[in-house]
């Protein structure tokens, strides 16, 4: 999740902030003559984790059993600022109908994504069409044209992800696979920890440290979110004008889910937290003080690549409760 400054990838969590070089695309191992290209982001993020590195050296035999099994035909896969924990790629399926071929990288947010799209069943996400649990490889509806929402100005970003977010907050089953939200704020608790000799402002770290501790008990809620909602999650379709791609599933506080999008709002939070945090904890219909702590304690304490001149620490210190 740390925030990308230069060139690793956020496996989700804080956005990157500045100019990011991308660096250029891996090819992987040719095998019987079909190479498969390896997105730049990716690469960085699998690079100096070896279970990771050990999932990409093992990519190009994955993506041939998938082709053979689901009978795809596999395009190139899609690049760019918005790929970064997954292999993804526009596929034709035998009855010439395309379909959308993901395998995600091994990551601790992750691991339920293919649970939480059989749950959603496609009402606001993509449907999922065949999935190898196992494998971590989804085979999903394709989203056409798949603008991202980020093309559009932030405030109607606002309410394209107000609804959204509100039609995936529901109950899940009594018995379900889903982990507490408090599971991922104890996993990047730790992680911070263990960046201590990093830090640069410590009272401010350990303050949002706290806070996520309290908050992560004290939820008013338990529905099952996104966890990494933001405008480039979200793809125009004709089935629906937009629909969700990449959910995190955890189960906790609606309030949580405001903070995605929100922290990906650079301009608008740095000129005016406070009302850019109202205004769509209102349009949300969520407690603005518990989105507002979230926020706080996001930018104060979440684990990041990089703790000098940190724009995420002047945020918190804005809004510091
Ligand atoms: N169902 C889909 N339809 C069309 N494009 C998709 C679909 N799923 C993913 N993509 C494309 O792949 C990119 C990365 O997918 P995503 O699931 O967000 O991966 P990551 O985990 O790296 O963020 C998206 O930005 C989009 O361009
Ligand atoms: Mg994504």
């Given at each position: 999740?740390?925030?990308?400054?230069?060139?690793?990838?956020?496996?989700?969590?804080?956005?990157?902030?500045?100019?990011?070089g991308m660096d250029p695309p891996h090819p992987t191992s040719q095998n019987r003559g079909v190479t498969?290209?390896?997105?730049?982001?990716?690469?960085?993020?699998?690079?100096?984790?070896?279970?990771?590195?050990?999932?990409?050296?093992?990519?190009?035999?994955?993506?041939?059993?998938?082709?053979?099994?689901?009978?795809?035909?596999?395009?190139?896969?899609?690049?760019?600022?918005?790929?970064?924990?997954?292999?993804?790629?526009?596929?034709?399926?035998?009855?010439?109908?395309?379909?959308?071929?993901?395998?995600?990288?091994?990551?601790?947010?992750?691991?339920?994504?293919?649970?939480?799209?059989?749950?959603?069943?496609?009402?606001?996400?993509?449907?999922?069409?065949?999935?190898?649990?196992?494998?971590?490889?989804?085979?999903?509806?394709?989203?056409?044209?798949?603008?991202?929402?980020?093309?559009?100005?932030?405030?109607?970003?606002?309410?394209?992800?107000?609804?959204?977010?509100?039609?995936?907050?529901?109950?899940?089953?009594?018995?379900?696979?889903?982990?507490?939200?408090?599971?991922?704020?104890?996993?990047?608790?730790?992680?911070?920890?263990?960046?201590?000799?990093?830090?640069?402002?410590?009272?401010?770290?350990?303050?949002?440290?706290?806070?996520?501790?309290?908050?992560a008990i004290s939820a008013p809620a338990h529905v099952m979110l996104a966890t990494d909602l933001h405008?480039?999650?979200?793809?125009?379709?004709?089935?629906?004008?937009?629909?969700?791609?990449?959910?995190?599933?955890?189960?906790?506080?609606?309030?949580?889910?405001?903070?995605?999008?929100?922290?990906?709002?650079?301009?608008?939070?740095?000129?005016?937290?406070?009302?850019?945090?109202?205004?769509?904890?209102?349009?949300?219909?969520?407690?603005?003080?518990?989105?507002?702590?979230?926020?706080?304690?996001?930018?104060?304490?979440?684990?990041?690549?990089?703790?000098?001149?940190?724009?995420?620490?002047?945020?918190?210190?804005?809004?510091?409760?």
């Open positions: 999740m740390p925030q990308t400054v230069e060139g690793a990838a956020p496996e989700h969590g804080l956005p990157k902030i500045g100019v990011v498969f290209t390896i997105p730049g982001r990716l690469a960085a993020a699998c690079r100096d984790v070896p279970e990771r590195a050990a999932w990409l050296a093992q990519l190009p035999d994955l993506l041939r059993d998938l082709e053979q099994r689901w009978s795809l035909t596999i395009g190139a896969p899609f690049d760019g600022d918005e790929v970064s924990c997954a292999w993804v790629a526009p596929v034709a399926l035998a009855t010439g109908r395309s379909a959308v071929l993901k395998l995600g990288m091994p990551h601790m947010e992750g691991e339920h994504e293919i649970d939480g799209l059989r749950f959603w069943n496609g009402d606001p996400t993509v449907w999922l069409l065949e999935a190898d649990d196992d494998l971590g490889a989804m085979l999903l509806e394709h989203c056409e044209p798949g603008t991202v929402l980020r093309t559009l100005p932030e405030p109607e970003q606002d309410l394209v992800i107000v609804p959204l977010l509100r039609r995936l907050w529901r109950s899940p089953m009594a018995s379900h696979p889903f982990r507490p939200l408090s599971a991922m704020i104890a996993h990047w608790s730790e992680e911070t920890l263990a960046q201590a000799e990093h830090w640069r402002d410590e009272g401010i770290v350990r303050e949002g440290l706290r806070v996520f501790e309290e908050l405008a480039g999650n979200v793809l125009r379709a004709r089935r629906e004008p937009w629909l969700v791609i990449d959910p995190k599933p955890f189960v906790g506080d609606p309030a949580y889910d405001a903070t995605q999008h929100l922290l990906n709002c650079d301009l608008r939070l740095r000129l005016d937290p406070d009302a850019t945090i109202r205004r769509f904890a209102d349009l949300l219909g969520v407690d603005y003080d518990r989105v507002r702590l979230w926020m706080f304690a996001r930018a104060a304490a979440e684990p990041r690549n990089d703790w000098n001149d940190d724009p995420w620490t002047n945020l918190a210190r804005a809004i510091a409760p």
